[in-house]
């Protein structure tokens, strides 16, 4: 069947199972825009290009199925280069097409033309530029596979309008299907080898003191059964990082909750008295060890990854073993066979230490005074407690980000969104809207921060024009309020360049302006009717505004460069023996 | 520059558009300290072959060598330390040779059994190929005379057949 290549780039989206672009046209993408109107695939017109980004991760995040983004060249290619890093960042399975200056005008600095596979090299798993018709079904086949396989990741493909312009006589090409990946470099291994399986066992038998260090990849590889299994198996502690909240419930006896700079203090201290820390598709970022030289040092380190490359990197590994993770799980459960009580093993003085944690330092807040603002711990608890139990929701990046990641209860998997390794500030919006695209019957809340708000919100007239009645959260606390935080904590309380202000923009007219119900609590007793009259709209984007008290502090908090060791707590616990 | 401290990677890549700068890319990013690079063809006009010698001081050989293997393109890696590998490189070099200097300096050609390319008033080409090391040591025997221009190639590398024996004979009675 001859076809031209902006044909051949729709079916082949068609093909790859697309139910759903975020996109924006101009120039060089248009002649694939003309096939979108007849294709099954349904397009929405974002209103910043960085907005396609995020919902391509958001629905990615929420379905495991890759997000799909499509823009045109120049300034849109740069638009969407920080959604890029941040599905780089979090291993986040994306496709990216980019419109390029047809392919003659390469090199000449023609009309919005940019190096656009040069600039997203480092912050893409791979790129293409297509430089032929005939390449795109297999170059689409290949991309997919390389997002979507071994350690997920965002992948571009750059196509120059000529070879998709049916006017051109480059465009032209016989239509076929590819009969598989072709790329002889690229083999991600996903069993994992069975003697270090046996190793791990072993160790993990001999530990008084393990902890199951949870991380994104569990989440990545579909594993947060296999994961629950193994620890109740073994009755393991767990902690879930903060890409991996929900892997295993909170809830659930043995789940300690984060662990990292805003970690509880039980997930943080459980990890530094640990004897063996078993890391499952987590990577040891510094927001989790703390200073390097001090995190946990007493432990044995059993390590997960698919990706090689993390076995080794922050901290050498006692065992490590490249494997999905999902499968090396259930190949640990496999041959640690019987469970750990059949074997002997009493893992009641640990876990009396860990209890005794757990309850002198559970997480708190001080409750406002009648007349002061709203607290935002207060109302994340509202929140919670006033949302369906399988809500899904996104935040932004900031206190409300690590409030949101404390003080939820999460009781499945998939249902926490955020930016955690680049900590994009304006994520959630748009995260929040491609999540309730690929999960249409579920609730998504976005938690934003009034700085993060006005630097994505325009999505909502997306939201609105498109009918994806997302919600969201606004905790206004007139701050950049981590910024100030660290300022108030480190810098003497000299605060430079923090203050937002709390009532311009007026939110509530923002919000109504862009087609969304607008709400706004300032009061404790108005936040649980706000909350309630929110979550039974369903036919539009709902906003509320909280007012909250810009004083507020996330606790505990291990200040940068110190140990976990040297983990501050909240001020009304600083007198608990610890 | 002791032999531990730096190691050949020969590294086998699609023949693709910006392959090179892909690898360069992934150096520059993660604070790999490359000593000498080369690329040439292989006999399958498929792939390319990159040869480079890093510093492992920069970064652990480990990371250097997993890294590289996620780059989509990269076919295959070899690490090929000192004992393993039998390495070359060819220098040209220009050096200053006034009339009365110059015996002496066909001296030095004549011992590393290098050639002599071209010779002008008061300057001489000479090339070299060879094991890198020797190399430095015919350069470091030219400074004196003054180096006017100089170009190394970096070294390529291959591994060492079992029974090859005869050929790390040093060339250098
Ligand atoms: C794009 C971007 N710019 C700057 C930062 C640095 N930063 C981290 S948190 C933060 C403050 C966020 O303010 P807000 O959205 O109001 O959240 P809050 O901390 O007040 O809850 C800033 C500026 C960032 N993470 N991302
Ligand atoms: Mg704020």
Redesign the interface.
Known sequence: MTTNGGEALIKSLENEGVEVIFGLPGGAILPVYDPILDSSIRHILVRHEQGAGHMAEGYAHATGKPGVAMVTSGPAATNIVTPLCDAYMDSVPMVCITGQVPYAAIGTDAFQECDTTGITMSVTKHNFLVTEAADIPQIIHDAFHIATTGRPGPVLVDIPKDIVDPGNPRSAMEWYEPSGPQLPGYNPVTVPDPALVAEAATLIRAAERPVVYAGGGILKARGAEALRRLVELTDIPTVTTLMARGALPDDHPLCLGMPGMHGNYTAVTAMQEADLLIALGARFDDRVTGRLDGFAPDAKIIHVDIDPAELNKVRPANVGIRGDCRLTIEALVEALGVDVVDQGIDRAPWKQRISGWQERFPLTYEQSAPGEALKPQFVLEKLRDGSPRDTIVASGVGQHQMWTSQFWNFEQPYTWINSGGLGTMGFSIPAAIGAKVGMPDRTVWAVDGDGCFQMTAQELVTATVERIPIKVALINNGYLGMVRQWQEMFYDERFSEVELGRTVPDYVKWAEAMGCEAIRAEAPEEVEPAVAKANEINDRPVVVEFRCDEREMVFPMVPAGKTNSELLVDPSQEDQPR | MTAERFHTVVVK??NK??VL??VA??FA?RGFNIESLAVAPTDDERFSRITFTVDVASA?L??VV??L????????IRELDAATAVERELMLIVVAAAPERRSELLDLVRIFKAKVLSVGPDKMMVSLSGRPDRIDDFEALLEPFGIVEIQRTGRVALRRLDSSAIDETPEVP
């Open positions: 890549v699609e558009a910006g700068a892909r890319g992934l990013r652990p480990e990371q997993k890294q293997d996620k780059l989509v393109n990269v076919v295959d």
